[in-house]
């Protein structure tokens, strides 16, 4: 089965760039999501297709996928973003499935 | 805009069948475009998809409950449901049901979640 592996925690000061990995075999050929999750709430769509934003999503939030790792980039952080953060694949090399990665603890120091 | 709203027992004796429904407003569940999904995170933990499935009835399991698992769509409810069987402890968990890009396979929206517990 397919596996993505991210950082447990990345911590980053107000104003700097925090960059959140998420590393799968070959993943630069898959679309990879990104999700953002406050404590107690639902997550919420900040990256799709590897690099796209939904409307509302800052643009302080990109993304980029090549070779075996996908990376979600916040720039000029903020408290507000501190949160949990998770990639997503659909892998459909063997059966269709959806992977989640373990998720990355962002804190804003 | 669509929105999404489990609900159900929020708890459940080990050895039964957990059962859920989502409730799809502002749009169709039988639109051609998405995918309709369950999500579930047990407490402190990541993440873990469960299953999806489209409005015509085709569905894709996690290979690791698929046994246990079954989603059904009742389109004339604008509904979703979604069974769990054999239940135990490791199966207490906020589950989400969420909306899937046809296409990307992204999920948004999701609903709020609803904690179920497996307990005696």
């Known amino acids: 089965s397919y596996v993505l592996t991210q950082p447990p925690s990345v911590s980053v000061a107000p104003g700097k760039t925090a960059r959140i990995t998420c590393g799968g075999n070959?993943?630069?050929?898959?679309?990879v999501h990104w999700y953002q999750q406050k404590p107690g709430q639902a997550p919420v769509l900040v990256i799709y297709?590897?690099?796209d934003r939904p409307s509302g999503i800052p643009e302080r939030f990109s993304g980029s996928n090549s070779g075996n790792t996908a990376t979600l980039t916040i720039s000029r952080v903020e408290a507000g973003d501190e949160a949990d953060y998770y990639c997503?694949?659909?892998?459909?090399?063997?059966?269709?499935?959806?992977?989640f990665g373990g998720g990355t603890k962002l804190t804003v120091l | 805009q669509l929105q999404l709203q489990e609900s159900g027992p929020g708890l459940v004796k080990p050895s039964e069948t957990l059962s859920l429904t989502c409730t799809v407003s502002?749009?169709?569940?039988?639109?051609?475009?998405?995918?309709w999904g369950w999500i579930r995170q047990p407490p402190g933990k990541g993440l873990e998809w469960i299953g999806s499935?489209?409005?015509?009835?085709?569905?894709y399991y996690n290979p690791s409950l698929k046994s246990r698992v079954t989603i059904s769509v009742d389109t004339s409810k604008n509904q979703f449901s979604l069974k769990l069987s054999s239940v135990t402890a490791a199966d207490t968990a906020v589950y989400y049901c969420?909306?899937?890009?046809?296409?990307?396979?992204?999920?948004?929206?999701w609903g709020q979640g609803t904690l179920v517990t497996v307990s005696s």
């Open positions: 969420a909306t899937s890009d046809r296409t990307g396979n992204w999920f948004d929206p």
């Open positions: 502002g749009g169709s569940i039988s639109s051609s475009s998405y995918y």
């Open positions: 499935i489209y409005y015509s009835g085709s569905t």
């Open positions: 070959n993943i630069g050929s898959k679309s």
């Open positions: 297709y590897d690099s």
């Open positions: 997503q694949v659909w892998d459909s090399s063997s059966d269709h499935r959806g992977v």
